[in-house]
């Protein structure tokens, strides 16, 4: 459901929910209606139903009216969205992460890497974590792994990276040299 549906909507529940309010007003003679076509509902039972049944009605309606934006905001898909004189570009955070482990792969020393990609007014920020192989110096891997990263990264979507931040989260032991050992 749409930003406009969800508006259109929440305004629909509030009239509702304005005239359930306005018909128990006439039942309990807080509204005077008296000498118009109205006075004849004043002190009915229907008329108090009616109202509460506008009132629940009304209230339903409004209620998913913004219930209907959780759930969009939960499903939507994340993404850097660019403008060119052809229309829009949607580069989505998972392409974005893909991008990223498809370079880490290529780092020798990385054996694995989870990443999260957020974007901020001065940028995109990609968070690493990674497990890497024991007997590497892990502040140049980290700086090699930023600095590949970010090239590739912009080079590819041409958006800024702020910052790429790398975790090292564990050593993992390289199951192929401790076979050969």
Do not use: W
Not at 56 to 82: C, P, T, Y
Not at 132 to 138: G, N, S, Y
Not at 149 to 176: C, H, L, R
Request: glycine share 10%; with cysteine.
């Amino acid at each position: 459901m749409g930003l406009g549906t969800r508006f259109i909507l929440g305004i629909c529940g509030i009239l509702i929910i304005a005239v359930g309010i306005f018909s128990v007003g006439i039942y309990l003679n807080l509204i005077d209606v008296s000498g118009t076509i109205l006075a004849n509902f004043a002190g009915q039972e229907a008329t108090a139903i009616t109202g509460l049944v506008f009132l629940i009605v009304g209230l339903a309606i409004l209620g998913v009216s913004f219930k209907g934006a959780n759930k969009e905001d939960g499903k939507k898909v994340k993404s850097i969205i660019q403008y060119n004189e052809r229309g829009e570009i949607n580069i989505s955070f998972q392409a974005i992460e893909n991008m990223v482990l498809r370079v880490s792969r290529d780092i020798h020393g990385i054996k694995e890497t989870s990443t999260k990609v957020s974007v901020t007014e001065q940028g995109m920020v990609i968070e690493l974590h990674v497990k890497v192989l024991p007997d590497l110096q892990i502040p140049p891997l980290a700086a090699e792994l930023q600095g590949k990263i970010k090239e590739y990264v912009e080079d590819k979507t041409g958006m800024p990276v702020n910052e790429v931040s790398v975790s090292v989260e564990n050593i993992v032991v390289d199951e192929m040299g401790k076979r050969r050992s």
